[in-house]
C-alpha cells in the first residue's frame, strides 16, 4: 500500500497526529502495566479505582462514589456487586434515606490496603518520570478535561437552545 504524502492542511485528520489517541494509547498502556500488579489482590483496574475512594473515605452513597470517578451506575453497580462478593465491601441501606445505598469497606476490605501499597511505587517506576514531572502532568491532564468537559457543556447548552 502507497503511502499518501502529507498535505499540510489535512495533517489533523491523521491517526498519529491525534491528541485523543495519543491518551487513548496511555490509557490502554497504564491498563497493562496495572493488570499484573492487581491480579495478586484479585482486583481489576475499575475495582482497585473504587477500593482507593473507598480508602480515601470509606462508608459513602453509591453516587458520591460515581461521581468521583465519572461511573455511571450502570457500570458501578456490578463492580460494587463483584467487590461485595469478594467479601471487600458491604452495601447498606442509608438509615436516614431508604433510596440510597452506602458503600463502606469491610475488615478484609481495610486490610488489602496495605497489600496494595506498593502499586503506586511500581506504576511510579513504569511511568519513568520524577516525581515532579508525573505531578505536572497530572495536573496538565485533569485541567485538559475540565477544558473538555466546559467545551461539552458549553456544545450541550447550545444545542438544546
Known amino acids: ?13 491523521e491517526l498519529d497526529a491525534q491528541l485523543c489517541f495519543a491518551i487513548y494509547g496511555a490509557a490502554h498502556a497504564f491498563t497493562r502495566t496495572y493488570k499484573p500488579l492487581l491480579e495478586p489482590l484479585g482486583l481489576t483496574y475499575p475495582q482497585y479505582l473504587v477500593m482507593i475512594a473507598l480508602w480515601e473515605e470509606d462508608d459513602q452513597p453509591v453516587k458520591a462514589i460515581g461521581d468521583r470517578l465519572g461511573l455511571d451506575s450502570g457500570t458501578l453497580s456490578p463492580l460494587l456487586k463483584r467487590l461485595e462478593q469478594s467479601g471487600l465491601v458491604a452495601r447498606t441501606r442509608d438509615r436516614d434515606d431508604e433510596r440510597q445505598v452506602r458503600i463502606s469497606l469491610t475488615a478484609k476490605g481495610d486490610d488489602l490496603r496495605h497489600k496494595a501499597a506498593g502499586v503506586a511505587g511500581a506504576i511510579g517506576r513504569a511511568v519513568g518520570c520524577s516525581k515532579e514531572e508525573a505531578v505536572a502532568l497530572r495536573d496538565e491532564l485533569i485541567a485538559l478535561k475540565q477544558r473538555l468537559t466546559q467545551a461539552a457543556g458549553e456544545k450541550e447548552t447550545l444545542s438544546s437552545v
Open 1 to 13: 500500500m502507497r503511502k499518501k504524502a502529507r498535505d499540510p492542511d489535512n495533517f489533523q485528520i
